[in-house]
């Protein structure tokens, strides 16, 4: 119940395209999901979080849809760009509490 | 610019040999976590200070300790490194408990 399902282990795309990566999870506790981003060598940086009492969140290109009765959220890259090549992990938490349940991670790969 | 500052970036000792990894962070923040990262996996919680508190996963091994001697810096003590303890180590700090703000680790290698 404590994991947070991430699909797909791997996406390519071409530049300008969308690029979706999806995240399931059990736990109704869970109120807070953040996306985090990931370069080679680098740390985790924080992309967009979400929180239950919306159904989407936009910051510049990427969104976060948030599907509470199906208890998925997803991240929606518009026109991605090659920089954008990274891998994306999303995160769900319970407010309150320090643990974040991470996804497997998604390997993105934007073709120039 | 504020942040988690993680020193150093690359750290290789010898199998058996104690290290010690550091943390700094300009952020205030009162809580501080060491994840340890594996290739190609999520990020995995080893421990966590909130304020002074430590509190430790139940799934990490005794070879592994912390100390925050204040609040700005917290160190992470691999007593005995094994060739299965080579990963990145990653320090994140939040205000309470979300968000959580990762420095850019230190790659562990063991010989």
């Known amino acids: 119940q404590q994991q947070v399902k991430q699909s797909p282990q791997s996406l390519i795309v071409q530049k300008g395209g969308i690029s979706i990566i999806n995240c399931a999870y059990e736990n109704t506790a869970f109120d807070y999901f953040p996306w985090y981003q990931q370069f080679p060598g680098k740390g985790p940086a924080l992309l967009i979080a979400?929180?239950?009492?919306?159904s989407e969140k936009k910051e510049g290109r990427f969104t976060i849809s948030f599907n509470k009765s199906a208890k998925q959220f997803s991240l929606h890259i518009m026109d991605s760009q090659p920089g954008d090549s990274a891998t994306y992990f999303c995160a769900a938490a319970e407010s309150g509490t320090y643990k974040y349940i991470f996804g497997t991670g998604t390997r993105l790969k934007v073709l120039a | 610019d504020a942040m988690v500052i993680q020193n150093p970036r690359y750290q290789v000792t010898q199998f058996g040999k104690p290290v010690t990894l550091s943390c700094s962070q300009t952020?205030?923040?009162?809580?501080m976590y060491w994840y340890q990262q594996k290739s190609s996996q999520a990020p995995k919680l080893l421990f966590h200070?909130?304020?002074?508190?430590?509190?430790n996963e139940a799934d990490t091994p005794d070879n592994f300790q912390s100390r925050r001697p204040n609040t700005s810096f917290c160190f992470l003590d691999i007593r005995s490194p094994g060739l299965g303890d080579a990963a990145m180590y990653l320090c994140?700090?939040?205000?309470?408990?979300?968000?959580?703000?990762f420095g850019d680790g230190t790659r562990l290698s063991i010989l």
């Open positions: 952020l205030n923040h009162n809580v």
């Open positions: 200070y909130y304020d002074k508190d430590f509190n």
């Open positions: 994140a700090t939040s205000r309470d408990f979300q968000p959580q703000h």
């Open positions: 979400i929180r239950p009492d919306v």
